[in-house]
């Protein structure tokens, strides 16, 4: 049988077949390990394009102090107690007067609530000073309590401050709150209740562990509390307590306002360079007297009224004013002061002449303008003891003490420095020695 020959497809077929063999055989170009990368141009605008700012901060303001205060409530009862609604109603009985005595205490009110935080505390505490005073330093009556505290004298000295005739730091708000929150502090861990905590603060720590016996406080309901063999006082005292917790958490229902805190703040305290007297104090400061006495009342005692004080708790707007115009008065000036009222015509520049200092710096000290006349019956703040007291302008003699110079004798007693120089045969390079007696009256006086 003979063979036919392939068709026209086929050997089209083969041929494509053997083309591709081929292709497979043969080597393949090896990649350009090193490309030639063609970036795209880019235009640049013409015009600056606008720079977007980030949002703000969100940076949270501290709560106000009455949100702080009701976050720290321990306990509220305010429903159901006869004894608690009762002194509620009583302290909320004129709102004007609950609103302003809180208006005044809030100073003090801060520098207690801080020291709460710190220690972390039932903010019930922080109403303790008024429950006992209404935030008032209190003096001593004879060996009694005193301060906003209302400590005893025993238990002042005993927990380290300082109780004299010339200093009473239970009248100092910073150092009496540091032992009043401290022994608070040592009831609550010691008892586990701030309710028996307070009660231990009034009555005293071993008449409350008298009256638990075995019980243990944390466990007492309200009927046991009550029950505790302690005075009518000291239950009352923790009435009025929550009471207060009670007027603070929810004013409206009680038909009151609180004074508002938003921009107050603490009192700052001021170590001093050399004590100063607390009249001169208020006019530096630019605050009324009665309020510095009010902040500063451990150095105002029934001898020594005003000062000196060698520590100062001002309000921070009065810090600065008050530095500056301190700088501007010698320290030898600063704590002896005294008033007197003008009987004759004067000026302030004839005035100042008179004792030996400047007339802008004698301004300064009463707040007033040097270039103004002085008038008849009006007061004057001048250095140097008082006309009537030892060691006066009634004396004729001083004697000298190590220290002392002659402009500083001269100011003391109200003199011109010319004139005891005049009267002593003096001159200002004399050397002063101690012991020795200067007069310090003319001769014909």
Same mark, same amino acid.
């Given at each position: 049988?003979?063979?036919?020959?392939?068709c026209?497809?086929?050997?089209?077929?083969?041929?494509?077949?053997?083309?591709?063999?081929g292709?497979?055989?043969?080597?393949?170009?090896r990649?350009?390990?090193?490309?030639?990368?063609?970036e795209p141009?880019i235009?640049?605008?013409?015009?600056?394009?606008?720079?977007?700012?980030?949002?703000?901060?969100?940076?949270?303001?501290p709560?106000?102090?009455?949100?702080r205060?009701?976050?720290?409530f321990?306990?509220?009862?305010?429903?159901?107690?006869p004894?608690?609604?009762?002194e509620?109603?009583?302290?909320?009985s004129?709102?004007?007067r609950?609103?302003?005595?809180?208006?005044?205490a809030?100073?003090?009110?801060?520098?207690?609530?801080?020291?709460?935080?710190?220690?972390?505390?039932p903010g019930?505490?922080?109403?303790?000073?008024?429950?006992?005073?209404?935030y008032?330093?209190?003096?001593a009556?004879?060996?009694g309590?005193a301060g906003?505290?209302?400590?005893?004298?025993?238990?002042?000295v005993?927990?380290?401050?300082?109780?004299?005739?010339?200093?009473?730091?239970?009248?100092d708000a910073r150092?009496?709150?540091?032992v009043?929150?401290g022994l608070?502090?040592?009831?609550?861990?010691?008892?586990?209740?701030w309710?028996?905590?307070?009660l231990?603060?009034n009555?005293?720590?071993?008449?409350?562990?008298?009256?638990l016996?075995?019980?243990?406080?944390?466990?007492?309901?309200?009927?046991?509390?009550?029950?505790?063999?302690?005075?009518k006082?000291?239950?009352?005292? @923790? %009435? =009025?307590?929550?009471a /207060?917790?009670?007027i603070?958490?929810d004013?409206?229902?009680?038909s009151?306002s !609180? $004074?508002?805190?938003?921009?107050l703040?603490?009192?700052?305290?001021?170590?001093?360079p050399?004590?100063?007297?607390?009249r001169?104090?208020a006019?530096?400061?630019g605050?009324?007297?009665?309020e510095?006495?009010?902040?500063?009342a451990a150095?105002a005692?029934?001898?020594?009224p005003f000062?000196?004080a060698?520590?100062?708790s001002?309000?921070?707007?009065?810090v600065?004013?008050?530095?500056l115009?301190m700088?501007?008065?010698p320290?030898?000036m600063?704590?002896?002061w005294h008033t007197?009222?003008?009987?004759?015509s004067?000026?302030l520049?004839?005035?100042?002449?008179?004792?030996?200092i400047?007339p802008?710096? @004698? %301004? =300064?000290?009463?707040? /007033?303008?040097?270039?103004l006349?002085?008038?008849?019956?009006q007061?004057l703040? !001048? $250095?140097?003891?008082?006309?009537?007291?030892?060691n006066?302008t009634?004396?004729?003699?001083h004697?000298?003490?190590?220290?002392?110079?002659l402009?500083?004798?001269?100011?003391?007693?109200g003199?011109?420095?010319s004139?005891?120089?005049?009267?002593?045969?003096?001159?200002?390079?004399?050397?002063?020695?101690?012991g020795?007696s200067?007069?310090?009256?003319?001769?014909?006086?």
């Amino acid at each position: 049988m003979s063979m036919r020959e392939p068709c026209s497809w086929q050997r089209s077929a083969a041929v494509i077949g053997l083309l591709v063999l081929g292709a497979c055989s043969a080597p393949q170009p090896r990649p350009d390990l090193n490309p030639v990368v063609v970036e795209p141009v880019i235009s640049l605008p013409t015009t600056r394009p606008e720079v977007t700012k980030p949002p703000p901060l969100n940076v949270s303001k501290p709560a106000p102090p009455w949100q702080r205060l009701r976050e720290r409530f321990a306990f509220l009862d305010c429903e159901n107690n006869p004894a608690v609604l009762r002194e509620a109603r009583r302290y909320t009985s004129n709102p004007h007067r609950f609103s302003e005595n809180w208006r005044k205490a809030l100073p003090l009110f801060l520098l207690v609530l801080e020291q709460i935080e710190r220690r972390d505390l039932p903010g019930e505490f922080a109403l303790l000073p008024y429950v006992e005073s209404h935030y008032r330093q209190l003096p001593a009556k004879g060996h009694g309590p005193a301060g906003m505290w209302q400590l005893m004298e025993r238990t002042a000295v005993d927990q380290g401050l300082k109780v004299n005739r010339s200093l009473d730091e239970r009248l100092d708000a910073r150092a009496s709150t540091a032992v009043a929150i401290g022994l608070l502090e040592r009831y609550d861990r010691q008892f586990s209740d701030w309710r028996v905590a307070n009660l231990a603060f009034n009555a005293g720590e071993y008449r409350v562990k008298r009256a638990l016996g075995n019980r243990q406080a944390r466990q007492l309901d309200r009927e046991q509390l009550a029950s505790l063999r302690l005075s009518k006082t000291s239950h009352e005292h @923790l %009435a =009025r307590l929550m009471a /207060l917790s009670c007027i603070i958490n929810d004013p409206q229902r009680f038909s009151v306002s !609180l $004074p508002s805190v938003e921009e107050l703040i603490a009192l700052e305290s001021l170590e001093l360079p050399s004590p100063i007297d607390l009249r001169l104090a208020a006019v530096l400061a630019g605050l009324p007297l009665e309020e510095l006495l009010r902040f500063n009342a451990a150095w105002a005692g029934p001898e020594k009224p005003f000062g000196p004080a060698s520590q100062l708790s001002l309000p921070p707007r009065s810090v600065k004013p008050f530095e500056l115009a301190m700088a501007l008065i010698p320290d030898d000036m600063l704590s002896n002061w005294h008033t007197r009222r003008i009987n004759s015509s004067t000026t302030l520049e004839s005035l100042a002449s008179r004792l030996d200092i400047s007339p802008l710096l @004698l %301004a =300064r000290a009463n707040g /007033l303008d040097p270039e103004l006349p002085l008038k008849i019956g009006q007061e004057l703040l !001048l $250095p140097g003891p008082a006309p009537n007291s030892t060691n006066t302008t009634s004396a004729q003699t001083h004697t000298i003490r190590r220290g002392d110079t002659l402009s500083t004798i001269a100011r003391r007693y109200g003199v011109q420095l010319s004139e005891l120089l005049r009267w002593n045969t003096l001159t200002t390079k004399s050397i002063l020695k101690p012991g020795v007696s200067l007069r310090v009256r003319s001769p014909s006086d």
